[in-house]
Structures are given as structure tokens and as C-alpha cells.
């Protein structure tokens, strides 16, 4: 009976939402934000943004504007004052403890009700839950950002016109691009480029074998560490079998993450395991330092593994949350405020906060893209920066980008396509503890050490400096020195 009455209260918000530009006095919403502008007097009066704001959406934004190197700070010293919270702010990460206080409105059961915030991804939903509720909107990042990127001129030198379809094509195809390399490059080059950062080489292709990401369930839904699936192995030893026939530098640990570019603009390294957004800055520095012309690179998310699944390494999705305060005192500002942020991820709202106004902040040129400056060229920084200052931070675009198109290339709007790619979508890995980390104290003590004792492991099997004996033993080890403990309460918090 309570649900249903709240769907009826939130049918009712959302039909008066629509009729708040309407309204006589528009609702009044106090909102504490990041800012990355304290240099720059943020215009309050006269607003071109804040009044299409309130025109739009019926809502008179009131901003509390915290410099962005203070803000962690700041956030907790207004958590701890009720009496001054805003009614809508942007956490920077997960707070669990006045989640739990009942700082916030629990969105779990309204969400739904939302056609916007409704789009969101469950998975990423997840991450941001504390003990299974849901008490922010968050403020989405590319979830299908890692893989495998590569020189597709070589890949075609040596047959590959198009993308592998299968974990042994790309096998064979990485093989055979290593035989062209050190045959047109010398010994000193290399197929894989590793650096110091080898945990995101280490996940990409061990998720891509078959592995969990960091964190499985098994049948009977029981959390276990990554490195007990079969398939962890087999991602381990396909780097060490590359390594051992030169594919990898063996100073791979050696080279600061700063400077991993390096070898893929010397001509020393031709693929890489990472941000697949990499892939196509790499590309453009190629077409302005090198003169290239053509496309060089080539960006996958994953291939089929040998059972024939495509399993993908996500991020977590976000960067923070907004949340509702209980300074929003009744259900009924609580709704207005949850209808506003639905609005915000509305392609009106989401250009607004993120770009404000077209011929004021950002100009569609005749080409129908979006630009920052108008087409005579003026310099509007200073005048932008006034106005719309930081807006974008209470962005948060978990229905995809809904704003007007900036001018693109080829490799960035194939990486833009993949974050809406439903099969992609569908076959990320999640890990299961991520909304459970925080409340795990033996993670907290743990974890770091651990996870380090077992990177360096990874990295002398990888070498050839150990055998499998002498992994499982540092496995054995892990469970030993804190590891079980971390998997105990993992279970616990899961189960729970």
C-alpha cells in the first residue's frame, strides 16, 4: 500500500513538474557543487543559463560554490550541520556512513518511476549502493573504455583487413604482427606495450579469457578472488608465452606509466591493453606530429573467448553521485527535487548544464556541430566561463550523451558507439564487491599489500622468474595473510 501511494505521489510530481514553468514562483532548490573555476566571479544575476534553466524546468537553482581542492573537506563539515545542508549536492565518492545515518533519500523504489534515471545502467547503480539501496544519481563515465588497441597498418600488412573475430584469430593475428615487427623494426621492438601499470594489462586479458573481474560468484553464490578461475591462469601464461617469444620489453617494469606512450610513437611497441580512448589520441598524434593520413589504429572492447563468450573489463561508470538531502524536509520537495534531476538527464537539461545556451556559451556552426566558440572566432572564454562556471558538474547523463554533437573523427565516434553498444553492454564483467568495499574492514587493512603480493607474483610468472607451483604458493599465501578474512566478510556483506 505504501508503494502504491508513492507512485501515485511521484505520477503527481511529475505531471506538476511539467507545469512548473507555469507556476507564478518557480520551486527553489539549494545545490552545493564543485568548482573548477574560484578564479572567476560566478555571475548570479542576469543569468542566460540559470534563467533557461528556471524557464525550462521550473526550478530557481540557489548555488553553493566550494573550490574543488577543498570539497571532500567541505562535503563532510555541511554533512555534519543539518540545519545548513543543501538540498542537492555532488558526492564525490560513496558515503556509506551517512547513507546509512539517513543523511540522504533512499531512491531505490522511485527510480523507476523516472524515464530518465530509469535508463541508467543497473550494474553502475550497484556500484554506488550501500547495503543493497540506492541513495544518489550517478554521474556517468564511459563503462566500455578497456581493450585491446593496435596498429591496423601492420594488422593489414600481414593479412588482417578486418577486426579478429575470435580470442584465437587475435592469438594468431598477434603473432603474426610480431613476426613483421621484428623483421621491419628490429629486436629492440615489441608487440605488446607493458609498463609499470600492468593491473589494467593483467584484467583485460585475463577478464577477456573468462576470468571475473577481481571478483566472481560461483553456482551457489559465493564470492571468490579472480585468480581461483581456471581461466586467470590461461590469461597469465598467454602474456608469458608473448613475453618468452619477444613480444613484451622485458624492462616493461621499468618504464614510468608517464611516459607508455613512448613506444607507440617511437615505433617500438604496436599494441596495447588499456583506455581505449588512448587509441584514438594515439591516432591524432600520428596525423599532427607524423603526417599521417590514413587510420593506423584499431580499438576492440574484446573478442569471443575459445567458449565463445565475449566478456568485456568495465570501469565502475561513474565519478561521484548527486544526492537529495534530507533538507529536502517533505516527500513531496524530495520528489520536485528527484523530477529536476530527471530533467537534468532530458536532452534540454543535459545541453543546459553542460553547455548552457546555444549563442551564448556554445554555437552550432553550419556544419551542425557544437562549438565553444562562435563562427567569427571571438574568444568567449571569459564570458562562458562567467556564466555557466561548473554547471556541468551536476551533470550526469546516465541515459548516454543527449547534447549536440562536437565535431568527431572516425575512431572517437566508433569509441562513442561502443558506450551505447547493447551486446557490449551486456557482457561487461562486473565486479560484485565493488558497492561493498567501503564496509569491509579487513579490505580496508588488507587489500593493498595484498593485491601488491600478487601483482609481483603475476609479473615473475609473466617473465618466466617462477613457475605455476610458485604462483599457486603466493595464492596460498594470500588467503593466509589477510586474504580470508577479506573473502569472509565479502560474503557476509553479499549475503546480507
Not at 309 to 337: H, M, R, W
Not at 353 to 376: A, H, L, Q
Request: charged share 20%.
Amino acid at each position: 500500500m505504501k508503494k502504491l501511494a508513492s507512485l501515485l505521489i511521484a505520477l503527481v510530481m511529475l505531471m506538476s513538474f511539467v507545469s512548473f514553468a507555469a507556476e507564478e514562483e518557480p520551486f527553489v532548490i539549494t545545490v552545493m557543487l564543485p568548482d573548477f573555476y574560484t578564479d572567476t566571479e560566478f555571475v548570479k544575476e542576469d543569468n542566460p543559463v540559470l534563467e533557461a534553466i528556471t524557464l525550462a524546468s521550473g526550478v530557481k537553482l540557489e548555488i553553493t560554490w566550494v573550490a574543488n581542492s577543498v570539497y571532500p573537506d567541505q562535503t563532510s563539515l555541511t554533512l555534519a550541520d543539518p540545519a545548513n545542508m543543501p538540498m542537492i549536492m555532488v558526492l564525490q565518492s560513496v558515503d556509506v556512513d551517512n547513507a546509512r545515518a539517513g543523511a540522504f533519500w533512499d531512491l531505490t523504489d522511485y527510480i523507476a518511476d523516472f524515464e530518465n534515471l530509469a535508463a541508467g545502467a543497473a550494474a553502475v547503480y550497484n556500484n554506488i549502493s550501500v547495503d543493497g539501496r540506492i541513495y544518489g544519481i550517478y554521474r556517468a563515465r564511459n563503462v566500455v573504455r578497456n581493450g585491446p588497441y593496435y596498429r591496423s597498418d601492420i594488422a593489414k600488412a600481414v593479412g588482417y583487413e578486418n577486426e579478429p573475430a575470435s580470442l584465437e584469430e587475435f592469438t594468431k593475428m598477434c603473432y603474426d604482427m610480431l613476426a613483421y615487427i621484428k623483421a621491419n623494426y628490429g629486436d629492440n621492438a615489441y608487440l605488446l606495450n607493458c609498463c609499470e601499470y600492468i593491473a589494467g594489462t593483467i584484467e583485460i586479458i585475463t577478464v577477456m579469457h573468462g576470468a571475473p573481474y577481481l571478483y566472481g560468484v560461483d553456482e551457489e553464490g559465493t564470492l571468490y578472488p579472480s585468480f581461483e578461475a581456471p581461466e586467470y591462469l590461461e590469461g597469465l601464461t598467454w602474456l608469458r608465452d608473448l613475453y618468452a617469444a619477444g613480444g613484451i620489453d622485458p624492462e616493461f617494469m621499468t618504464i614510468a606509466s608517464g611516459n607508455w606512450n613512448d613506444a607507440e610513437r617511437n615505433n617500438t611497441a604496436f599494441m596495447r591493453f588499456d583506455c581505449l580512448d588512448n587509441g584514438y589520441r594515439q591516432q591524432e598524434w600520428f596525423e599532427t606530429n607524423q603526417g599521417v593520413t590514413e587510420q593506423i589504429f584499431a580499438i576492440l572492447a574484446a573478442v569471443p573467448n575459445a567458449n565463445g563468450d565475449l566478456c568485456v573489463k568495465p570501469t565502475s561508470g561513474y565519478n561521484g553521485q548527486v544526492v537529495i538531502t534530507k533538507a529536502a524536509k517533505t516527500e513531496e520537495d524530495f520528489l520536485k527535487c528527484l523530477a529536476f534531476l530527471d530533467w537534468c538527464n532530458s536532452a534540454e537539461g543535459q545541453t543546459l548544464v553542460n553547455w548552457g545556451v546555444e549563442g551564448k556559451t556554445y554555437w552550432i556552426w553550419d556544419d551542425g556541430f557544437r562549438y565553444t566558440t562562435p563562427v567569427d572566432g571571438t574568444d568567449m572564454t571569459s564570458y562562458v566561463t562567467a556564466v555557466q562556471h561548473s554547471l556541468n558538474q551536476i551533470g550526469m547523463n546516465v541515459n548516454g550523451d543527449l547534447t549536440p554533437p562536437a565535431a568527431t573523427t572516425e575512431l572517437r565516434s566508433e569509441f562513442a558507439a561502443m558506450q551505447g553498444d547493447p551486446v557490449l553492454l551486456s557482457n561487461l564483467v562486473a565486479d560484485p564487491t565493488v558497492p561493498l568495499q567501503a564496509s569491509n574492514e579487513a579490505y580496508t587493512k588488507y587489500n593493498a599489500t595484498l593485491a601488491t603480493k600478487l601483482e609481483d607474483a603475476a609479473v615473475q610468472y609473466i617473465a618466466g622468474i617462477i613457475d605455476e607451483d610458485a604462483l599457486y604458493e603466493v595464492w596460498d599465501a594470500w588467503y593466509a595473510e589477510g586474504g580470508q578474512e577479506i573473502v569472509d566478510e565479502f560474503n557476509a556483506l553479499y549475503k546480507k
